[in-house]
């Protein structure tokens, strides 16, 4: 009989992929296959991406979804008070008790323009008040500040999103991390967190774009056009609404172009059933995690749910790279 590895999926979705509606049809499309976590991030002023509420988008996928664990990946604490955070993260988990997880990023607006609609000043000043920012929220998740929050905090599970100095701060604070970027950067935040964190902190989680599909350049085409687009965005600063694979001008790339998008999707996990597996394997062991959270904006739906599906059925060498659902227990 196969071995049952102990490795979790779970997925973020940022909304780019089509109507807000069909977010929560993707929720209820993983929870079939048994994925642990649905995600959703927040972003601002991006074209083709409506997700610039995530504690309200999450609390639309939970109600329309029966047991997948629902969250942020994550909410921006910058761009909010301390305050009102610990409130939605409070308000969802009385509404969907036991289900609700809560990432909690460091990013700015992407833009002149949307930095000053959030009212932030320069990025970089701005970037030095998360662990301040990070503090003060856990206070009032504590019940430690002047004003309480209601409803009162009920444990709900709170992760960081990381890289190197973000995961020095989280183990410090006894916090979780889901890690982002390439995995080099993953491995040296996972060695800065291990030295820090307490005995008892969560296991750390690895976010990567991943696509699955029949062929190798099927699956490369899934992830394409994100990196199209954010190489387009560094040229002219305006991240365009992302369009499949098969669409896109690459005539009108200069090299330089063209190298950055072969250089984004060398960091990302791609191809049939056979490579992906062996590539996460790797990286599992690399990094010492056994929960990856599926990353990668695909606006081929029926591409993305078929990736999602093949991940599922996942084999590797005899052994079952799954996320069934026996081995999702605390």
């Known amino acids: 009989m196969a071995t049952v590895v102990a490795m979790r999926f779970s997925v973020l979705d940022r909304g780019a992929a089509g109507p807000l509606d069909q977010v ?5 499309h993983v929870e079939r296959l048994g994925f642990r976590r649905f995600l959703v991030a927040e972003h601002h002023g991006v074209p083709g991406i409506p997700a610039g509420q995530p504690g309200m988008l999450a609390a639309h996928v939970a109600a329309h979804t029966q047991r997948i664990r629902v969250g942020t990946a994550g909410i921006m604490l910058l761009n909010h008070p301390p305050f009102l955070v610990a409130e939605q993260i409070n308000l969802l988990e009385a509404l969907y008790p036991g289900r609700i997880d809560i990432g909690i990023g460091s990013s700015v ?26 503090a003060t929220l856990l206070r009032y998740l504590r019940g430690e500040e002047a004003v309480t929050v209601r409803p009162e905090y009920a444990g709900t599970p709170i992760y960081v999103l990381a890289g190197f100095r973000s995961a020095m701060v989280a183990a ?28 008892d902190a969560p296991p750390i989680i690895s976010s990567l774009n991943i696509a699955v599909a029949d062929t190798s350049a099927a699956a490369r085409d899934l992830l394409l056009p994100e990196a199209y687009a954010k190489v387009l965005a560094q040229s002219n600063g305006e991240f365009a609404a992302l369009r499949p694979a098969g669409e896109l001008d690459m005539d009108a790339l200069t090299g330089q172009q063209r190298r950055r998008i072969e250089e984004a999707l060398a960091h990302d996990v791609w191809g049939t059933v056979e490579e992906v597996g062996e590539e996460l394997r790797d990286v599992g062991k690399r990094l010492g995690v056994s929960e990856f959270v599926v990353t990668g904006d695909m606006p081929d739906v029926a591409g993305r749910a078929r990736s999602e599906e093949l991940l599922a059925s996942m084999r590797v060498k005899g052994q079952k790279v799954c996320p069934e659902s026996r081995i999702f227990t605390d």
């Open 172 to 199: 410090k604070m006894g916090l979780g991390v889901i890690l982002g970027g390439p995995v080099a950067t993953q491995e040296a935040a996972a060695r800065v967190y291990r030295e820090h964190a307490l005995a």
């Open 24 to 28: 929560a049809e993707h929720a209820r």
């Open 109 to 134: 607006g992407f833009t002149g323009p949307v930095r000053r609609a959030l009212r932030q000043g320069d990025p970089a000043e701005v970037k030095q008040r998360f662990e301040t920012e990070l």
